[in-house]
């Protein structure tokens, strides 16, 4: 079965440095994987997807992510972190099932705070 | 930009009681799914949802779940005898039909806090 890791609980980084949230999987083959944010109170906000092609996506709010096949990861980067970037993390793995739907499984998040 | 829409945004139902949660998925997806995220741990799949009837369930969906697409906008998760371990957040979530070979991503509504006393 299909697993995600996020081995980071909590991260503080200050406002203006650089971000880098880790995510490892476990899936026999190439996953479908995603970055969701969620903010206190708010629904999960999908921030970039990987299905195939270039290793490095880019998403929305200045994030990008990059697949490393070899070390089973999907990191989430930011180079620059804002304020409003304070939230809970989420990485997915999406595997598929053979239909156009697919259940996703999540890490168990890691929430960002950041200094001013 | 479409939403994902669920209500209410917060439930209180004694223990034992039916309850039914609602969503409104994004109008031209055709794929539907409910999660849960008990408080403090993973948020985890339940069902999805495929040309009214039910593609794909996990354990935790046993026979008090039920889901429905009542209209052509509406889908809901019933749960008939709630339990006190059902208090959790729910997700709604809908994506679009596959394009080629590319799986569209989910987008996920506000979700709905139930508490069961």
């Known amino acids: 079965a299909q697993s995600v890791t996020q081995p980071d609980i909590h991260i503080t980084v200050s406002e203006g440095a650089s971000l880098e949230l880790r995510c490892n999987y476990s899936y026999g083959a190439t996953p479908y994987l995603f970055w969701y944010v969620q903010s206190p109170g708010q629904g999960l906000q999908l921030l970039l997807k990987y299905f195939s092609g270039d290793t490095l996506v880019q998403g929305i709010k200045g994030f990008e992510a990059e697949f490393k096949r070899s070390q089973s990861s999907f990191n989430l980067r930011k180079p620059s972190v804002h304020w409003s970037d304070a939230a809970e993390y989420f990485c997915a793995v999406g595997p598929y099932s053979g239909a156009g739907s697919y259940q996703l499984t999540f890490g168990k998040g890691t929430k960002l705070s950041v200094i001013p | 930009e479409p939403e994902v829409t669920q209500t209410p945004s917060h439930q209180v139902t004694q223990m034992g009681q039916e309850v039914i949660l609602r969503c409104v998925p994004i109008?031209?997806?055709?794929?539907f799914y409910w999660y849960r995220q008990i408080l403090g741990q993973k948020v985890e799949f339940l069902v999805s949802?495929?040309?009214?009837?039910?593609?794909?369930k996990s354990e935790i969906f046993d026979d008090q779940f039920s889901v429905e697409r009542p209209d052509g906008s509406n889908f809901t998760l019933k749960i008939r005898s709630t339990k006190l371990e059902d208090s959790a957040m729910y997700f709604c979530?809908?994506?679009?039909?596959?394009?080629?070979?590319?799986?569209?991503?989910?987008?996920f509504g506000d979700g709905t806090r139930l508490s069961i006393l």
């Open positions: 109008s031209n997806h055709l794929y």
């Open positions: 949802f495929y040309n009214n009837e039910i593609s794909e």
């Open positions: 979530a809908s994506s679009e039909a596959l394009q080629g070979r590319e799986y569209q991503p989910q987008h």
